[in-house]
């Protein structure tokens, strides 16, 4: 009865929605006067958007929000978060129940057009990986001919190790879960032999078993997952602040601006660069319809991009992914945002 | 006297002028507002970019199913995975129908047993499983099931034909040569035309021992005939350890088993207490008559009283039947791909539209209530019947 229930509220809601005045370019006004921003974030994923007892969020997706809404609204705290499955996501940020997807959600051609929806950009380069139990003893991703995987529902993950056995002459069996949860448990239980999904969700789960140390992520990662924010089609003015927001995220920690130490920057750096980007030189707030000061809050708010990643998935938690392709461009990775002026 | 009859005529006539008027606009308003919101939705994802219309449907699905009961592969197209969710939901309601039903009896009548035991055990029963979620219930069951069994390596074996793991019960499975299909429609065909005898020669009064072996003849002969004219079976697929886990052979899945479980004990306990009010619905006269004639215990209740009692169960099992058939979509949870979890799960989300696939899933559900409906309800004319005339 319940799930029946909220298939026919969801199929309400979309026409609801889709039923009224278009809402383009009423994003921002819209938070504004609401006093808050909407971000949809996963149902719990340590590193990326977790609850923890008293119902506050943390991670790196909900880190985004607030710099958006510090950067937009004038304040971290004036987001709410809601929790949506990999099902319902796009359902929830298409008929405008968010206002932005920051859920670890994978940028994809028909994501991007026959979905509507526009990705501000990748906050974090993915891959899909696979977890087994050491005992069976596999090395390689390859030696899976024949294993059960257990996975979540209404991801690209069911796709890409479809691909992947496809490809390699290999069989398999799926079996899918409409939440992660459930998908793990099923897998810790022994329903299946292998556990897929975006390689920091393993990292992410294994931190959560008793015995990670029996459990062992296979080196090869399957698939390209870069994982962004996202907002809908036809608000291309709340497009640009997304965009913008999290590009001024990794420009300052290209130029060594810190949470801590913005305001002093903003006053006391000579280079035009990081004047621009605090707003103490030229006008970028403007142009994005924001005050001068958009990227100073967000950046108080959330802290570079490097320091949102060491405190949610590096050294500083307990995941303690190392940056590789996530570094910056002059690093080594391939973050590299586009130069503000 | 003319003229006041008159009048009232030509009222009655404005009164239903009134009356066809109202519903006239009612209905126009309905269609304008129904056309308004179909009008603007279009209207509204032509704007932002999000595709509609069905053409979807025979694109290529690209992801796997567990179980099909038809031929399915990553290659099918999105239309081919709305059928196999399709089956398999008629599959775990069909299932979880029967299933729930026996129980639902079995209990019913145990609740008003004499014995204090079975009377205590089957109210314990009736109020555990009533009052708990399904969806809890759906858990308990699948992950009991799933822990309750070895893993494949240790698999349970019967003769080295049958294995029980948690990856499910591996039956052997025949090879033939014929398809099957044509040997399950004489099975179907066979079946139905022994029950028509049976019951012809029923009426007449006569059902020697002979006459049922003839009606089993009947029932099995055809699908034997065909399966050895079209081609016999050459062999058969036994399941064995290979790498992970079996294959060849047949296989019943954990989240079928738990799903059907975790439905038929909820339903169950809901049927139960339907027999138990339909039985103590029949006069005690009736079961004191019986009696009186000599009719032991077990012919009274089947012959006697729960014909009688049938009239009062029907209407509400119908009901039930519906509620277990909805409520199989829950199956989402647990994994096991019935139309909500593949169609209006895995098809929503690859294609995004949501509009369409919503649209066609409610359809279905719809379709398929109130299939369950009309069958019901033409099986209780019947029963209204029987009892009558007894």
Known sequence: MQRHARIFLLGLAVLAAASLPALAQQTLKAAKDRGHLLCGVSQGLPGFSNPDGKGDWSGLDVDFCKAVAAAALGGADKVKFLP????????????????????????????????????????????????????????????????????????????????????????YKLVTFEKSDDAFAAYVKGRCDVYTTDQSGLYAQRVRLDDPDEHLILPEIISKEPLGPAVRHGDDGWFEIVKWTLFALINAEELGITAANAQQQRTESQNPEVRRLLGSEGDTGKSLGLDADWALRAIQAAGNYGELFERNLGAGSPLKIARNVNALWSKGGILYAPPVR | MARPAARRVGLARIDRFRAVAVQGLVLAGVIALAAWFVGNTLDNLAQRGIASGFGFLGSTAGFSIIVHLIDYSELSSYGRAFVVGLLNTLLVSAAGIVLASLLGLLVGVARLSDNWLVARLATVYVETFRNLPLLLQIFFWYFAVLSAMPQPRQSHSLFGLIFLNNRGLYVPKPLVTADLWLVAAALAGGIILAACAWRWRRRRGGTARWEGAAALALAFGPAAAVAALAGPVTGWAVPALRGFSFEGGMVLIPEFVGLVLGLSFYTGAYIAENVRSGILAVDKGQREAAQALGLSRGRTLRHVILPQAMRVIVPPLTSHYLGLTKNSSLAAAIGYPDLVSVFAGTVLNQTGQAVEVIAITMAVYLAISLAIAGAMNLYNRRVVRIGESR
Not at chain 1, 111 to 123: E, M, Y
């Open chain 1, 84 to 171: 949506l499955s990999g099902k319902e996501r796009f359902t929830a940020l298409q008929s405008g129940e968010v206002d932005i997807l920051s859920r670890n959600t994978t940028w994809t051609l028909s994501r991007d057009t026959a979905l509507g929806l526009n990705f501000a950009g990748v906050i974090y380069y993915d891959g899909q990986g696979f977890m087994v139990r050491r005992k069976l003893g596999v090395k390689s991703a390859r030696e899976l001919d024949g294993a059960t995987a257990c996975a979540n529902a209404g991801t690209t993950t069911e796709l890409n190790v479809a691909d992947f056995f496809r490809s390699r002459g290999m069989k």
